[in-house]
């Protein structure tokens, strides 16, 4: 009878939902922290690393929340881009790894993301995006964007919002199809 019960709570998808229930919950925290939008290169410690906690950028927001949860994304963005340098954007002219900033570019997260998570489908239907998912933006003028899902919804009830910093600070905000989707990842940190 007990395994029957595992069973069907792990069939129920309690056991996985609580990891991504926890992310959108440390996402949401990060909404009430004060952090003035700051994009400046900074020196940082590693593992472990981090910015001014009164700065950041929509990726410092991924970041800290994993981060809450004991993963790392300086580290194991870090300790791949090592590995594999060649396969990660060329955009900023370096010729090797920076511990300091590469997991605060969104096209570098992207593409760890799309390494070592699960790569989701992007869609117009709002059904298709749930609570601890990662979302990267286009929002023009080759500005990027990366946000996290959490588990509140649009007042309408149809659109899961997203935590992200666009420019005033870290906010919960309802602005999952107002830009061009790049990118839908969900990542267990494994």
């Known amino acids: 009878m007990k395994?029957?019960?595992?069973?069907?709570?792990?069939?129920?998808?309690i056991l996985q939902d609580n990891f991504y229930s926890?992310?959108?919950?440390?996402?949401?925290?990060r909404t009430t922290q004060p952090v003035a939008y700051d994009g400046s290169y900074f020196a940082i410690g590693y593992p472990n690393g981090d910015i001014p906690s009164d700065k950041g950028v929509c990726t410092d927001l991924v970041i800290r929340s994993y981060?809450?949860?004991?993963?790392?994304?300086?580290?194991?963005?870090?300790?791949?881009?090592?590995?594999?340098?060649?396969?990660?954007?060329?955009?900023?002219g370096l010729n090797g790894p920076d511990k300091n900033i590469?997991?605060?570019?969104?096209?570098?997260?992207?593409?760890f993301f799309s390494r070592f998570?699960?790569?989701?489908?992007?869609?117009?239907?709002p059904i298709d995006y749930s609570f601890g998912d990662i979302v990267t933006w286009n929002l023009g003028a080759g500005i990027t964007h990366i946000g996290i899902i959490i588990s509140q919804?649009?007042?309408?009830?149809?659109?899961?919002?997203?935590?992200?910093?666009?420019?005033?600070?870290?906010?919960?905000?309802?602005?999952?199809?107002?830009?061009?989707?790049?990118?839908?990842?969900?990542?267990?940190?494994?």
Not at 117 to 125: A, L, M, S
Not at 162 to 188: K, M, Q, W
């Open 102 to 111: 590469d997991h605060r570019r969104v096209l570098n997260l992207m593409k």
């Open 22 to 29: 926890e992310l959108s919950e440390a996402a949401v925290f």
């Open 117 to 125: 998570g699960e790569v989701k489908e992007i869609t117009n239907n």
């Open 3 to 13: 395994s029957f019960l595992l069973f069907v709570f792990l069939s129920s998808g």
């Open 153 to 190: 919804k649009s007042t309408d009830g149809k659109r899961s919002l997203v935590a992200h910093n666009i420019g005033r600070g870290p906010e919960i905000s309802d602005c999952l199809f107002d830009f061009e989707i790049t990118g839908h990842y969900r990542y267990r940190g494994k």
């Open 67 to 92: 981060r809450r949860i004991g993963i790392d994304l300086q580290q194991k963005v870090h300790e791949d881009m090592m590995a594999n340098f060649h396969l990660y954007p060329k955009n900023w």
